[in-house]
């Protein structure tokens, strides 16, 4: 069975849409990062402004690394992306 990691914005209330589709069609979809919310990426830039960390310190925290590391995952793993 053929793996899509489906890319998108947390924006778009389309992606889990478009992820269905795929399913029915038969293939494996990867879209769970979706289910972080519109805004997580807005938290996320206001918590590590808020500790005084510039954009460049956030990227190098546990947080960021952690998010690299599972869509890395994924990426690596699925057929298509």
Request: negative net charge.
């Given at each position: 069975m053929q793996?899509?990691?489906l890319i998108?914005?947390?924006?778009n209330p389309e992606v889990p849409k478009l992820a269905?589709?795929?399913?029915?069609?038969?293939f494996e979809v990867f879209d769970d990062w979706?289910?972080?919310?519109?805004e997580a990426d807005d938290y996320w830039r206001s918590y590590e402004l808020?500790?005084?960390?510039?954009f460049v310190e956030a990227l190098q925290g546990f947080a960021a690394k952690?998010?690299?590391?599972?869509d890395r995952r994924h990426l690596?793993?699925?057929n298509i992306a």
């Open positions: 793996s899509i990691y998108g914005s947390l924006r269905e589709v795929l399913r029915e069609e038969g979706f289910a972080a919310g519109p808020g500790r005084g960390h510039t952690h998010v690299f590391e599972y690596d793993r699925c």
